[in-house]
Each structure stands twice: as C-alpha cells, then as structure tokens.
C-alpha cells in the first residue's frame, strides 16, 4: 500500500525546535519531489519547504528561511523537517507530498500529487 506519514508534531514553546518526519511506504521518496506544507485554522495550505529529486535543491518559503532545514535520509526513506526558532506563525498542520513530475512551482501545494494525513504543531508558552 502507497502511504505517507508524517510524525513528530507536538507542542513547542516559541523559540523551541521540532523535527518532522515524512515516511513513505510502498514507494521510494529518493526519486521524487517532497514538499512541506502547513495549514493554520481557517487558512489556505501554503507550502514550507521543498527538496527537489532531480537536482537536491531545496526550496523555503520566505517566512522559514534560515530557521527551517528540510533533508532526506534515503536509507530510511524518510524526508525530515528541522523547525528551529519555532514561533506562533509557524502553528498549523503540516503534511508532506510528493510528485514525479519536473515542477515549476516547488511550495505550490497544486504542484503535488500524493499526500499524507498531517501532524499538528501547536506553539504556545
């Protein structure tokens, strides 16, 4: 069975760190695009972060960068998410996914075919 999972949400206190985990099983994510995205209540999924499979670049939104650090661990088939200096922007469900395709648009959740259920992260002191 063609599954994503996500792991590692949790409560943080702002500043905090937290890792997510993408895993995917039934598939190998070392050849595909995987994205992080996050949804906060009443809001639109925005994309976080993504990591390309044809060329490695990775790719964060603006509002993460230098405090993000997305990364792949081909042995375990796992893509990970670094959250670093979390603050309360940073709250939302965030859920993995992934596409085959060659995109244009790395953080446009439209660009991504195959997702995961999510993993809450809330930011409170």
């Known amino acids: 069975q063609v599954q994503l999972v996500e792991s590692g949400g949790g409560l943080v206190q702002p500043g905090g760190s937290l890792r997510l985990s993408c895993a995917a099983s039934?598939?190998?994510?070392?050849?595909?695009?995987v994205g992080w995205f996050r949804q906060a209540p009443g809001k639109e999924r925005v994309g976080v972060s993504s990591?390309?499979?044809?060329?490695?670049?990775?790719t964060y939104a603006d509002s993460v960068k230098g405090r993000f650090t997305i990364s792949r661990n081909n042995g375990r088939n796992i893509v990970s998410l670094q959250m670093d200096r979390v603050t309360p922007v940073d709250a939302g469900i965030y859920s993995c996914?992934?596409?085959?395709?060659?995109?244009?648009?790395?953080?446009?959740?439209?660009?991504?075919?195959?997702w995961g259920q999510g993993t809450q992260v809330a930011v409170s002191s």
């Open positions: 990591i390309s499979s044809y060329d490695g670049i990775q």
């Open positions: 039934g598939f190998s994510l070392s050849t595909l695009t």
């Open positions: 996914a992934t596409t085959s395709w060659q995109i244009m648009e790395p953080l446009n959740p439209g660009e991504y075919d195959h």
